[in-house]
């Protein structure tokens, strides 16, 4: 079993993280432990995952590895993606019993969503 996923985003980006991942994505945002506040970045939980979003000075996006996150309302999140102006990229058909779609968190992380066929 998985704690949770890191990504990587750029210093002073917090506030930018959570637009995209509250405000977009619907998960809510967990406090940092104070020994690690200071270093900055954010957490998120929702939907069985834990994100957390660490600074890296010399950040670039991860534009291959990402994230698999399993979610049952497809096609609400790919419109609320694509209203709030990210990529959606639909994958279905690749993987045997999948919906999937692809699409770029606020910093240009790749991520992907999935959801069982009936």
């Keep these: 079993m998985i704690h949770h996923v890191q990504l990587?985003?750029?210093r002073g980006s917090e506030a930018a993280s959570r637009s995209f991942y509250v405000g977009v994505l619907g998960l809510a945002?967990?406090?940092k432990p104070p020994a690690l506040a200071a270093r900055g970045g954010c957490w998120f939980t929702?939907?069985?995952?834990e994100l957390h979003l660490g600074v890296d000075?010399?950040?670039?996006?991860a534009r291959k590895a990402h994230p698999g996150l399993l979610r049952t309302d497809l096609d609400t999140l790919a419109d609320r993606l694509v209203a709030a102006g990210h990529p959606v990229?639909?994958?279905d058909g690749e993987v045997p019993g999948m919906r999937?779609?692809?699409t770029e968190d606020v910093h240009g992380n790749r991520l992907e969503f999935l959801a069982p066929l009936d």
Excluded: L, M, Q, S
Excluded at 46 to 49: E, I, K, L, N, S
Excluded at 57 to 61: E, G, I, S, T, Y
């Design 8 to 10: 990587a985003c750029p």
């Design 89 to 91: 990229t639909w994958a």
């Design 29 to 31: 945002e967990k406090p």
């Design 57 to 61: 000075d010399d950040f670039r996006p």
């Design 46 to 49: 929702g939907y069985g995952v």
């Design 100 to 102: 999937r779609f692809h």
